[in-house]
């Protein structure tokens, strides 16, 4: 009798539809994993596309957005957006979830189904990646704890109403509404398989409305003259490598964001899979052409932020329609997609002045008003039979279907900008108003990373406690590289030692030697000059530098900046009074060209990022006898120790303050003629 009550179990399972349902839960479990991994993408890509100061606070962003989101789409969310439809429940409406509230239980009073868990974790995955677009359009400039109030605003309320319009079992706006207990606008409601206006949309416009109210970044906007240019790379991204990895593991997420969509492979949905997966991979790349070669006439270079942001807008332009669309429609959506990111990023910059850092609101805004509005141009009435498994021959109007769906799909952009555009307004400006939506003006300076997370994202920390002590031996070079490699590896080495093969080159300033002259740098290495021989150069080589001592610390000082340096004052006993005649010194700071320079003489130079301290070469080219040659001395090397600012100090546009009035190098001891050696005077433009 037991072994028949075994087997009669046994039987009452469908081993065929058993098999279904683990392939189904296993797909999305595998789509959610991919949409989460997404999250690496946009780390990395907003990472580098911000400046190195404040990439420990974009980082810690990206991360709380899926804390965030984690916690309340399952506290509220998931109720807001899909409440009742695990249980069919009668008492659902067309605007907002009102149960499973915790994930406990329905209006029913049943016990959350197991086989709704693979999808919380789907749709979570969507919810957060919703939250994370606004965080590059207000990056560098926002505090944490009022993006940590954004995050929870978007994450619990803003999306999840969104969702259930367009994707639940009873919205107003939903291809997936019985229509027997609902009411749905237009024959198929909104056609968005993927999220091109649920997702992307809802993100991008309040990523547009958060960079709006927040304002742009110090000096983004700043008109520029003559002394000034200096600051057209301030902004530029300070790590395009992360940017591309970023933008490519999004790219590779993206399939499970789109493919996942169909929320099973069972039944024929592998097909339409596997279709997505191909619109997908013609979207993006016709995104990233369309953009690169967009901009190319104009600048006439390859611009690789426009690349990426293409491929991007290309991905949203088609996460709309990709299951119900052809390739060659694809091909031309996503190309339209990344010409309409292009012309946005120059309309916000140049006409609104709005700024986007990441062009959120570009790539996720525009592309998916683009992505909504494309479907009722190209989708195919047999394809949207095929994937919403219900008759109709409303579709795109290319097609002959009519102008239904087109003005269906406007409807829903409107709702959209409309319901997150007015909360997120109502949000940021409340912030605003009460000040605490954008840091002080002293921690956007200096960086968010220092004052908000007590460290950078790069550990800049360099020992220097030997250095001069090794500056002070015969054998330098040697000994501090040993003592680099020891402390931070050879990169380390290479900012910190003067490049030996450096040539010579003359500043703007009137020229006192000739550059054929072989110049000497702090360890009695020769930089060889045009034509001379290695006998003549052996010849011709000064004695080793005389020690020093010196550091010379900066106040206000981004070590990200590109930076002019003048020469405010050269002193020496054997100078005439006549400032005309006042002798030229020959200068080197870390790696950077040689400078011949008289009083009044500026030097532009660039500053590595990792860089905390600089190696500073003196030369002086002194008179010798009646005055009517020069020969060099390599008097001083001295550090100059790169400093944060100081609290209560003000850098934000030129000229930086200096913690002394000036820096100065001036070494103690005397030439072999018992002359004292130049003072030479420096100042930061």
Known sequence: ILCCVEYSCMAAVDPVAALQQDLDQAWLIIGAALVFFMQTGFGMLEAGMVRAKNV??????????????????????????????????????????????????????????RSSYSLWLFQWAFSATAATIVSGAVAERTRATSY??????????????????????????????????????????????????????????????????????????????????????????????????????????????????????????????????????????SGGLAALFMRYPRTKIFDLPAFLNGVLTGLVSVTAGCAVVEPWSAVLMGAVGGLLCNLWCWVLSEKLKVDDPLAASAVHGIGGIWGLVSVGIFAKPTNIQETYKFDSKVGGFIFGAGGEQFAIQLLAVVMIVGWAGFWSLVFFMGMHKFGKLRVDRQVEEEGLDSHEHGASAYDTRTSFTSIVELLQTTDVLTKLKSAMEAESGTVGYKHLVADEAAPAATSTGDTAVDNKTPVTNNVGQTNNGVGQSEASQAATSPPPAAKSENVIQLDCFRKTDN???????????????????????????????????????????????????MLMEVMAWVPIGDGSTMSSQPYTVGLLDLVKVTEGSSCHKYPFRVTNDSMKVLDTSEDEDGVDPPEVKLELL
């Open 56 to 113: 420990a606070n974009i980082l810690f962003k990206n991360v709380l957005d899926c804390c965030v989101s984690g916690l309340l789409f399952w506290a509220v969310g998931w109720a807001f957006a899909y409440g009742g439809d695990s249980f069919g429940d009668k008492g659902r409406n067309g605007f907002i979830g009102t149960s499973e509230f915790f994930l406990v239980g329905g209006n029913k009073g049943n016990g959350f189904p």
């Open 148 to 285: 940590i109030l954004v995050s929870c605003f978007v994450s619990a309320f803003v999306y999840p109403v969104i969702a259930h319009w367009m994707w639940s079992g009873s919205g107003w706006l939903s291809p997936f509404t019985d229509k027997t207990q609902f009411t749905r606008v237009g024959t198929n409601g909104v056609l968005d398989f993927a999220g091109s206006g649920v997702v992307h949309l809802t993100g991008g416009v309040a990523a547009f409305v958060g960079a709006w109210v927040v304002g742009p970044r110090l000096g983004r906007f700043d008109e520029l003259d003559a002394e000034n240019q200096i600051k057209r790379d301030e902004f530029v991204p300070h790590n395009k490598v992360l940017g591309t990895l970023g933008t490519l593991i999004l790219w590779f997420g993206w399939y499970g964001f789109n493919c996942g969509s169909t929320l099973a492979l069972s039944g024929g949905a592998s097909l339409i899979a596997s279709k997505v997966a191909v619109t997908t991979t013609l979207g993006a790349v």
């Open 563 to 613: 930076i002019k340096i003048a020469v405010t004052e050269i002193k020496h006993t054997l100078h005439s009074a006549d400032p005309n005649n006042t002798p030229a010194i020959r200068m080197k700071l870390q790696g950077e060209k040689f400078w011949d320079v008289r009083k009044g003489d500026t030097m532009e130079l660039n500053v590595p990022p990792q860089l905390t301290t």
